[in-house]
Every structure is written in structure tokens, then in C-alpha cells.
């Protein structure tokens, strides 16, 4: 008897080698008309359906012009992948020069900690306790409007 993972080898080599020789007959899965279906028009179907209309989704670039649009998304993604690897760099050197975001320092007075240990101080201790923001109010005039 066979183990069941070598079942499952065999069958995922199956369908991987199934999807190439499909993936190597273009056209196969094209299709040039997709149709719009439902009362309003938001579902489309590979099928005809009873209250649809047909779309032409057909690819009118040539071969050459899919390939040079391929080649530009291939550049904007090695771009991409650069840009990103240069600001992972300069935010590494902004961090061992003791800068967080936007150049930002840290307070040079308080040490490592000291914000976590006073915000989860009780209310008596930061010196807060019954102190109540208040907010300036402007004076007004007869009949409740603001006066200027």
C-alpha cells in the first residue's frame, strides 16, 4: 500500500504539470466576450445568461506591445523593490543616529522608559488629580449670540 504522502506528491506533480501544459497553449482559457448578468448589471458570467448583455473584453494589443508593457511593469517592480530597499537603509542609519520618523529625537532629559513609567503612574502621583482642562468661553450678548 502506498503512504499518503506520496499520493499527494504524485498528485500535486500532476497538477502542476497539468497547468503548464495548459499555461503553453495560449488562448485556450481566452475568451473575447464575457457577459453582464443580473437585474442591475453586477455580476458577469463566462456563460450566456437570460437578462445579459455582451461585453468585448478582447486584448486589442499585439504581441510585441504585451511584451513591452510586460518589460515596463518588470522595471517599475525592480524600481520599486530599490526604492524600498534604499529608504530601509536610510531609516536603519536614522535609527543608529538616535532619529525616529520625520528626524524626530527623543527627549534628551528623560531616560529610556520614563514616558511608560509616568503614564501608568496613578493619577496622585503625576500631579493630575482633580486638575480639569478647561476651555475659554466667549461672552455673550443678549438673546444667546456670540459677542465679537
Given amino acids: 500500500m502506498k503512504s499518503a504522502c506520496s499520493i499527494r506528491a504524485r498528485c500535486g506533480l500532476l497538477l502542476v504539470a497539468l497547468a503548464m501544459g495548459l499555461g503553453a497553449m495560449p488562448g485556450v482559457f481566452a475568451q473575447d466576450v464575457v457577459w453582464r448578468c443580473g437585474p442591475e448589471g453586477r455580476s458577469y458570467s463566462a ?27 518588470e522595471r517599475e517592480s525592480r524600481l520599486a523593490q530599490q526604492l524600498g530597499q534604499e529608504r530601509r537603509q536610510r531609516e536603519h ?48 450678548r443678549a438673546h444667546g449670540r456670540p459677542a465679537h
Fill in 47 to 73: 456563460q450566456p445568461c437570460a437578462d445579459g448583455r455582451p461585453i468585448a473584453v478582447a486584448d486589442p494589443r499585439d504581441d510585441a506591445q504585451r511584451a513591452q508593457a510586460q518589460d515596463a511593469a
Fill in 93 to 140: 542609519v536614522a535609527r543608529q543616529a538616535g532619529q525616529g520618523a520625520a528626524g524626530i529625537k527623543p527627549l534628551a532629559s528623560a531616560p529610556p522608559g520614563a514616558e511608560r513609567a509616568a503614564a501608568s503612574a496613578p493619577p496622585h502621583a503625576r500631579g493630575t488629580h482633580g486638575a480639569r482642562a478647561t476651555k475659554p468661553t466667549r461672552k455673550r
